[in-house]
């Protein structure tokens, strides 16, 4: 079965470009998730998808940022216009939707996606 | 606001046992857990604590008091291969969003 993946590993953009960061979760799981790992501190939670559907947003930094998940499958996250302070690696999760009913709390984790912006 | 405390940095021998140790202080709170991530790698599960107690998986261990708020990660027998971030995380809604700590880093010696 494939891990999470995410495209691109790096990417290294302007200050006033735009980026679009995919992740395609394990097939079959609900739930996806976007974080982010700024300069050594720790990570941070974005936002939650169910499915196709927004659950949660509450960390997404500003309307500069946005993310989407198309018929529940893959996902992207794009950054217009980025800033310098976007830097960092974004990682994307996700795990199953009854991971819980079944004793599971893992969230199993991309490799993530260096963004470097100059 | 919501945080999670864990040293940055540990030394260890080959062989030994470490202890990283982690206290927090989130608004909501259903259960602790531990991720590991070696250098340019992505995070991989270790852990979960749910309830007070320790749970034990093969070499690593962790701990939970939730009238503390603190949690451990116990591993033994280090080996090199264990250098590596370790992250605490704490589950605090109903959907697993993970407040993670900012991680410490193993460094195991010969």
């Known amino acids: 079965e494939a891990g999470v993946t995410q495209f691109p590993s790096h990417s290294v953009i302007e200050k006033g470009q735009t980026v679009t960061l995919r992740c395609d979760p394990i097939s079959g799981h609900d739930n996806l998730y976007w974080y982010r790992r700024v300069m050594g501190k720790e990570i941070k939670f974005l936002l939650h998808f169910v499915k196709e559907s927004k659950q949660d947003e509450s960390g997404m930094p500003n309307n500069r940022f946005l993310a989407e998940r198309t018929g529940g499958t893959y996902s992207t996250l794009k950054v217009q216009p980025a800033e310098l302070e976007d830097s960092g690696v974004y990682f994307c999760?996700?795990?199953?939707?009854?991971?819980?009913?079944?004793?599971?709390?893992?969230?199993?984790f991309g490799p993530g996606t260096r963004l470097t912006v100059t | 606001g919501q945080s999670l405390e864990q040293p940055s940095e540990v030394t260890a021998v080959e062989g030994a046992i470490v202890q990283i140790n982690c206290t927090y202080q989130t608004s909501g709170f259903y259960g602790l857990s531990w991720y590991q991530q070696h250098d340019g790698g992505a995070p991989t599960f270790l852990s979960y604590?749910?309830?007070?107690g320790l749970e034990e998986t093969g070499r690593f261990s962790s701990f939970l008091s939730r009238s503390d708020s603190y949690g451990y990660l116990l591993l033994q027998e280090l080996q090199m291969k264990d250098s590596a971030s370790y992250f605490c995380a704490v589950i605090s809604g109903g959907y697993n969003k993970l407040i993670f700590g900012a991680g410490t880093r193993l460094a195991v010696h010969p």
């Open positions: 999760a996700s795990s199953p939707r009854d991971g819980r009913l079944a004793g599971s709390y893992e969230q199993y």
């Open positions: 604590n749910g309830l007070d």
